[in-house]
């Protein structure tokens, strides 16, 4: 079946900090790719997603590119803000899945002034 | 994308009594509906599939007379959880299905924070 392996957290950065959060996947078929963001004492967000190879999803400053090579789909952003603090979830949908989400564990991220 | 509704936000009950949860789709009609629920820092669990019209599909473990799901239009789906039970206390979160770009892409409602006493 499928499944999404994040970066364990929690992440600690300071202000302007360059972001990294790993994600890779296990899935049949062609699957789309989601970062998905939750702030605290809140539903999800749709951060970005990516649908086929070589796709690049981008938002507010965040990017993640769809690797299938390496069944990846990390996430970056160059400069983080405090206002970045949350929790961030990989998820994947499609292939063995159907429309249904697989979730990764989710990555705390804290961004210090 | 899609902007999806919850009610309450927080409710707190009894021991016993049941709850219920009202997931609305704003802005488009959602033959689908899917609800997860979460623990305290950890990541979404599926609890079951709405389907407009028909019954819904419940993950395994899951038990459907304990999580009552009534997915009754396009716009509206119900989660009620009978005879509540502090166990029970959790962050219930649904999202709706929508096609965005071709491409099948949920959307999520802001969650409930249910508290058993």
């Known amino acids: 079946g499928n499944s999404v392996t994040q970066m364990e957290g929690p992440v600690t950065l300071s202000e302007e900090a360059f972001l990294t959060i790993n994600c890779t996947y296990t899935?049949?078929?062609?699957?789309?790719l989601f970062w998905y963001v939750q702030y605290p004492g809140e539903g999800l967000q749709l951060l970005l997603k990516?649908?086929?190879?070589?796709d690049k999803g981008s938002n507010k400053g965040f990017e993640a590119t769809y690797r299938k090579e390496t069944t990846s789909f990390h996430l970056e952003k160059g400069s983080v803000q405090v206002s970045d603090s949350a929790v961030y979830f990989c998820?994947?949908?499609?292939?063995?899945?159907?429309?249904?989400?697989?979730f990764g564990e989710g990555t705390q991220l804290t961004v210090n002034p | 994308g899609a902007v999806v509704s919850q009610h309450p936000s927080r409710v707190i009950c009894k021991s016993g009594t049941s709850v219920k949860i009202e997931c609305r789709s704003l802005?488009?009609?959602?033959?689908?509906m899917f609800w997860y629920r979460q623990f305290p820092k950890q990541s979404l669990m599926l609890m079951a599939t709405?389907?407009?019209?028909?019954?819904?599909?419940?993950e395994q473990g899951v038990e459907k007379d304990k999580f009552l799901i009534n997915h009754a239009s396009l716009t509206l789906s119900t989660l009620t959880v009978t005879s509540a039970h502090p166990e029970d206390s959790s962050f219930y979160i649904c999202?709706?299905?929508?096609?965005?770009?071709?491409?099948?892409?949920?959307?999520f409602g802001p969650g409930t924070r249910l508290t058993v006493l």
């Open positions: 998820a994947l949908s499609g292939g063995s899945s159907g429309s249904r989400l697989t």
């Open positions: 899935a049949t078929g062609y699957p789309s």
């Open positions: 990516a649908t086929k190879a070589d």
């Open positions: 802005d488009f009609q959602a033959t689908t």
């Open positions: 709405s389907n407009e019209g028909s019954k819904a599909t419940y």
């Open positions: 999202s709706t299905g929508s096609k965005s770009g071709g491409t099948d892409t949920q959307y």
